[in-house]
């Protein structure tokens, strides 16, 4: 449709690259890294989520122009637990970017003032 965006939404298994279709100029993919560990950048971290969602990352910057993550810096299990991902929030950003991420949101408690950090972490 001309001048119209569409996008989705790509968790877990719906997160890997299409293998023979590529999609048109107006369609973004929001990748959803929610299961993934946060305590290192997450390109660092050899847990198999990590590992899986970056390789689907690269998979899909080689075919989209406008890749979008949506990215979480607080824990909604449990608010006020400690989340671990503040030495790793900018490395994740420049990783991101480096890979051709064009848009990012960092999602946090938006409903509870009494999460980790959250004002700092989504600023």
């Known amino acids: 449709m001309p ?3 569409i996008g989705t939404s790509a968790y877990m298994y719906t997160r890997p690259c299409t293998k023979t279709v590529r999609p048109r100029q107006n369609v973004f993919v929001e990748m959803c890294p929610f299961e993934c560990e946060y305590s290192k950048p997450i390109y660092e971290s050899k847990y198999v989520e990590n590992v899986k969602f970056c390789k689907e990352l690269e998979a899909w910057s080689k075919k989209l122009d406008r890749l979008y993550v949506f990215d979480y810096v607080s824990s909604f299990n449990q608010y006020q637990n400690p989340w671990p991902n503040v030495y790793s929030l900018q490395p994740n950003l420049k990783y ?4 051709g991420v064009k848009y990012m949101v960092e999602e946090g408690a938006y ?4 999460a980790d950090m ?3 972490k989504m600023y």
Do not use: A, N, S, V
């Open 3 to 5: 001048g119209k965006m």
């Open 96 to 99: 991101f970017r480096d890979k």
């Open 111 to 114: 409903d509870t003032r009494h």
């Open 118 to 120: 959250t004002e700092l």
